[in-house]
């Protein structure tokens, strides 16, 4: 059974990065602004019945496919690293123990062993897995617009909603001083609401979301006083631009002051014994709030795992000069292993799974063959400075990943790679392969275009074929 195709173009005023929005006075709120950008470009179009949604896991850096996914322990040792394998619920797909509690899952989300492309640096890799970017060659930011917002160009519009089209949650963003995502020429409008900071922490909240009862009636009085004076405004200016700002500004203080925004973002609503299954830490909080935004209407979240949890260089890039690979790996497992779990687990248990899609990925995957080289400085998971310690290196030709929810059939293995791990063996998928596919869940034509600023349509996944094993059933 075909899908709705979503309509050709459609904004939504309501997601921002309202860390930026101002409440020292409506003459410095920067969201209504954005909403006017949105507004000057909007077009009409139907709302898709069921409003599917995504939620995208980032392992910045790139993760190990041979310790985690796609183990190869008949592999002579300067390969295979020291994780065993261990069984899963899915007959013949084994794991590493490293992730015991994904594969106690297993039955609940599909894994992709045979991506690959030519981008070996992790703003090329990262652009050509999320933009469908060719160019091997790093660059600074972004030509092409992500796929969360392409979506959100696609899928945004209609009436105001109280809480933002697309969010990230520890967005992604960067990687070093490389812009890895974002909306390039389709413009600011489509920037993710960031959230940032730690939600695990006791004193973590969003900043100008959910505002005490008192400061909410006194930006509606503000907004009142703003509506006299421009009605002196107007008898002697004609145009309708303060008119249109009084509407920005209407529409920014109900998301301000939204009481469903707040209760989408309180983590504190949740039983504590959920918040204890997905990990009192910050990877385990991101996964419970984007599983409350999709809940609660939000289309995309990106949440991306990176920080102290990863050690030393406080991401998955584990060459021999940042981490011991394998006692990063072990530092990181426990924590990733639970909160992707619980993700998924909590995505099925709620009856979200056929709405919802989460993926898992990083831009590639590490290199089979284990390289020896010096630490360049000690710490979590790495030797002192000058310590020759086991790592592994970038490695575009071989990633795995994870498929859940969507209405996809799940307990499956996509692809192989050969006994070292090193290059597909079979069913290899690309990037736009990989863009198609969630175009083709949110209900997007992945053979649609979109106009560059020069309005040059641009194909949003050339050649790219939605992956068959991962399109929802009838």
Known sequence: MSLPIAPQRRRNPSRRELLRAGLAGMGSLSLPGLFRLRAEAAAAGAERSERTAVILVW????????????????????????FKPIDTRTPGLQLTELIPLQARISDKFTVLRSMAHTGAGHPSGSLQLL??????QDKPEPVFPDVMAVADYFRSGG????????????????????????????GPSHDPFAVTGDPSAPDFRVPNIGLPEAEARRLQSRLGLRRRIDDVR????????????????????????????AVAFDLSREDPRV??????????????????????????????FDGPLCGRVANWDDHAVNHHVFEALEHRAPVFDQAVSALIEDVYARGLDRRVMVIVTGEFGRTPRISYVASSGGGVASGEAGTVQPGRDHWPRANSMIWAGG???????????????????????????????????????????????????IPIAPNGRPIPELTATS
């Open 59 to 82: 392992l910045r850096g790139g993760c190990s496919h041979l310790d985690t996914y796609d183990p190869k322990p008949d592999a002579p040792s300067e390969y295979r690293g020291p």
């Open 131 to 136: 933009s469908g970017d060719p160019d091997m």
């Open 159 to 186: 009436p105001p909603r109280a809480l933002p089209n697309y969010i990230g949650v520890n967005p992604i963003v960067r990687y070093d001083g490389f812009v890895i995502a974002g909306p390039a020429f389709l």
């Open 234 to 261: 107007r008898a002697i200016d004609a145009s309708r631009s303060v008119q249109s700002m009084d509407t920005f500004q209407e529409r920014a203080i109900d998301l301000l002051t939204s009481p469903e925004a």
């Open 275 to 304: 918040r204890d299954r997905y990990g009192r830490h910050a990877w385990g909080q991101q996964c419970l709030m984007a599983r409350r935004l999709v809940e609660a209407g939000v289309d995309l979240v990106t949440t991306t």
């Open 407 to 457: 209405g996809i059939p799940t307990g499956q293995v996509i692809g192989s790679t050969d006994r070292y791990g090193e290059d597909v063996a079979d069913r290899r998928v690309g990037p736009h392969d990989f863009l198609a596919t969630i175009y083709r869940h949110l209900g997007i034509d992945p053979e649609a275009t979109i106009p560059d600023r020069f309005g040059r349509p």
